[in-house]
């Protein structure tokens, strides 16, 4: 990335970045040990319309997003670990509420999504949108006062 120009954030506290008219938070890695739980979480707000994206973090490390993380209410949440029956946790869902989820899956070996996760994303109400069945998914923001 250096080599290419690429400008490079070592994230250890959470940081909070302009993008024109979004700003995003972004939470610093709130797990030790194995990759997925040493990944960032994000927060997109804009105008009327708000998404979390939380990697492939498990639900332990969700709980800790969830007690430090002051999370909001969202529009949207990019279901965690591409729906393994690991992450997208019944706290994280009762914490931010989205009225939509998206789950970022394509054939794998692992079961991915789960039928738990989903299950828990139906019974929360949330409009599912899956890659693997819906292909790329797309999310058009409009202007507005939130």
């Not at 506290?13 to 700003?23: C, I, K, N, S, W």
């Not at 994206?53 to 969202?74: I, S, W």
Request: proline share 5%; glycine share 12%; with cysteine.
């Amino acid at each position: 990335a250096e080599e290419s120009g690429t400008q490079i954030w070592l994230i250890r506290d959470d940081e909070t970045v302009e993008l024109g008219p979004a700003r995003l938070t972004l939470y610093a890695p709130l797990g030790a040990g194995e990759a997925n739980e040493e990944g960032l979480s994000l927060l997109c707000e804009t105008g009327r319309f708000s998404a979390l994206l939380t990697g492939d973090m498990g639900a332990d490390v969700e709980a800790r997003l969830v007690k430090y993380g002051a999370l909001p209410e969202v529009d949207l949440l990019l279901a965690g670990h591409h729906g393994s029956q690991n992450a997208t946790s019944q706290l994280l869902l009762d914490t931010v509420e989205p009225s939509l989820a998206a789950v970022s899956v394509g054939y794998n070996s692992y079961g991915h999504p789960a039928p738990e996760t989903l299950r828990r994303l139906e019974e929360s109400g949330c409009s599912i949108y899956r890659t693997d069945l819906q292909g790329n998914i797309t999310v058009t923001v409009g202007p507005g006062p939130r």
